[in-house]
């Protein structure tokens, strides 16, 4: 019925668009996307491209029954489960997918910042599971970084050369990033896409 669509389209929380959206016989669609994002129409899912924003497609195996949002999708990523798994849709230049995050388990997965997710169990980049990763101790620092207690992490990529990764603080400064342990503080320069330079700029006195 169109009361329980409503209340679908209603849970999913299907957001963010400066246009209005029309209205069919089987619930909403929206129209001039910012976003990508999922819809739900009768018992199918869908996910949309905001660079296709005409275009539906669908998810053949999932749930609709228990489908739900998990984030905004204001940006990159679009997070979503049903009660067997969990779904990420995500766009890399210009160009989007939609990915199972297949060792997730949907009744313990939480989004953390950044790029990273978890559940019980496992710490996820993206749709990757982070295997060498200290899960008891791995917290995250905001813009993108993470650390436990033995390694630093930028949007999934280990960074070499913090002398004391558990005692890490990230510290914004305007524009400026910097990272500093109980020992020394540290600005990092990106060699694009995966190298980086770890210098030490000062001691830390604090």
Same mark, same amino acid.
């Given at each position: 019925s169109?009361?329980?669509?409503d209340?679908?389209?209603?849970?999913?929380?299907?957001?963010?668009?400066n246009?209005?959206?029309?209205?069919?016989?089987s619930?909403?669609?929206?129209t001039?996307?910012?976003?990508?994002s999922?819809?739900?129409e009768?018992?199918?899912?869908?996910w949309?491209?905001? =660079?296709?924003?005409?275009?539906? %497609?669908? $998810?053949? /195996?999932? &749930?609709?029954? #228990? +489908?739900?949002l @998990?984030n905004?999708?204001?940006?990159q990523?679009?997070?979503?489960?049903?009660?067997?798994?969990?779904?990420?849709?995500?766009?890399?230049?210009?160009v989007?997918g939609?990915?199972?995050?297949?060792?997730a388990?949907?009744?313990t997965?939480?989004?953390?910042?950044?790029?990273?997710?978890?559940?019980?169990? =496992?710490?996820?980049?993206?749709w %990757?599971? $982070?295997s /060498?990763? &200290?899960?008891d #101790? +791995?917290?995250? @620092?905001?813009?993108?970084?993470?650390?436990?207690?033995?390694?630093?992490y930028?949007?999934?990529?280990?960074?070499?050369?913090?002398?004391?990764?558990?005692?890490?603080?990230?510290?914004?400064?305007?524009?400026e990033?910097?990272?500093?342990?109980?020992?020394?503080?540290?600005?990092?320069?990106?060699?694009?896409?995966?190298?980086?330079?770890?210098?030490?700029i000062?001691?830390?006195?604090s």
């Amino acid at each position: 019925s169109l009361g329980r669509i409503d209340t679908l389209l209603e849970e999913m929380k299907i957001i963010e668009t400066n246009k209005e959206s029309k209205s069919t016989t089987s619930g909403e669609i929206w129209t001039d996307r910012l976003y990508n994002s999922f819809l739900v129409e009768w018992e199918n899912v869908y996910w949309i491209d905001r =660079n296709h924003p005409n275009e539906k %497609n669908i $998810i053949d /195996w999932v &749930d609709a029954k #228990t +489908f739900e949002l @998990l984030n905004e999708c204001k940006h990159q990523w679009c997070y979503a489960k049903d009660k067997s798994r969990v779904y990420l849709l995500s766009e890399m230049m210009r160009v989007v997918g939609l990915d199972i995050i297949w060792e997730a388990n949907p009744n313990t997965f939480r989004l953390l910042t950044g790029s990273y997710s978890r559940d019980e169990n =496992n710490i996820f980049c993206n749709w %990757n599971k $982070i295997s /060498w990763i &200290d899960i008891d #101790t +791995f917290r995250t @620092l905001g813009q993108r970084y993470a650390t436990d207690n033995t390694s630093v992490y930028w949007d999934c990529h280990k960074i070499d050369g913090i002398d004391d990764p558990k005692s890490l603080i990230l510290e914004e400064n305007r524009d400026e990033v910097t990272l500093q342990d109980q020992n020394f503080i540290y600005q990092i320069t990106w060699i694009w896409p995966e190298e980086t330079q770890v210098e030490k700029i000062a001691k830390n006195i604090s």
